[in-house]
Every structure is written in structure tokens, then in C-alpha cells.
């Protein structure tokens, strides 16, 4: 079974950059579906990057586009979320999750069964 951990949150200034991890075991991921998720306080739960099992595909909420990236090294069981000039209203506790999808995309949170436990990041001055 996949399991997955994200890291590499934390406390940053508008404008400052993170780079979140989110690394699998149990399973090979190249066979995976991916994507980011983010969940702020009174809000639900909603998409911010997808990419598909070669990493040859990518969407991006509205929201942040030109500003996140999302890419993946399957050698390393690994998938990254860059975030550069990041905003308050970023502050979230994001998600990885993937689901088993060969090439294909997926964005519907609800068909996603595997999940990180969330890691918080926190945009502030």
C-alpha cells in the first residue's frame, strides 16, 4: 500500500518561497497520478497542481499559476510543489496525494486514495 509523507513547510514572508517534498514508499509511484492539495481554516479542502504519472502533464489552480510548480523524480519515489512569491492567502496545510493512473490526469480530490498527512505552511510578516 502507498504510502506517502510530505515535508518542507514552515513560516515564511510575502514574497519568500518553500519547496514542498512529498516522498512515497510501499509502492512505485510511477504508476501514480499526483497531485497537491491545500486546506485553510473554515475553507474546504481544494486542488493547487496536478501531474500525471510521466510528469509529462501539468495543471495549475488559477490562483496559482506562474507562481507554483509541480514536478516529480520517480527514481526517487518523489514529488515536489515549488512555491515562489507566495501570498498570505497561501497559508494552508497542503497535501500530497496520488492515486494509481497510468499517463492519465486527475484533478477530482474525491478519486484520489492515497494522502499525506499535511504538512502547514504559514505565509506572514
Known amino acids: 500500500q502507498l504510502q506517502l509523507v510530505e515535508s518542507g513547510g514552515g513560516l515564511v514572508q510575502p514574497g519568500g518561497s518553500l519547496r514542498l517534498s512529498c516522498v512515497g514508499s510501499?509502492?512505485?509511484?510511477?504508476?501514480?497520478?499526483m497531485g497537491w492539495f491545500r486546506q485553510a481554516p473554515g475553507k474546504e479542502r481544494e486542488g493547487v497542481a496536478w501531474?500525471?504519472?510521466?510528469?509529462?502533464?501539468?495543471l495549475y489552480v488559477d490562483s496559482v499559476k506562474g507562481r507554483f510548480t509541480i514536478s516529480r523524480d520517480n527514481a526517487k519515489s518523489t514529488a515536489y510543489l515549488q512555491m515562489n512569491n507566495l501570498k498570505p492567502e497561501d497559508t494552508a496545510i497542503y497535501y500530497c496525494?496520488?492515486?494509481?493512473?497510468?499517463?492519465?490526469?486527475?484533478?477530482?480530490?474525491?478519486?484520489?486514495?492515497?494522502w499525506g498527512p499535511g504538512i502547514q505552511v504559514t505565509v506572514s510578516s
Open positions: 501531474i500525471n504519472s510521466s510528469g509529462g502533464r501539468t
Open positions: 510501499g509502492s512505485y509511484l510511477e504508476n501514480y497520478a
Open positions: 496525494a496520488a492515486v494509481w493512473r497510468y499517463l492519465e490526469m486527475v484533478t477530482d480530490l474525491h478519486t484520489y486514495d492515497s
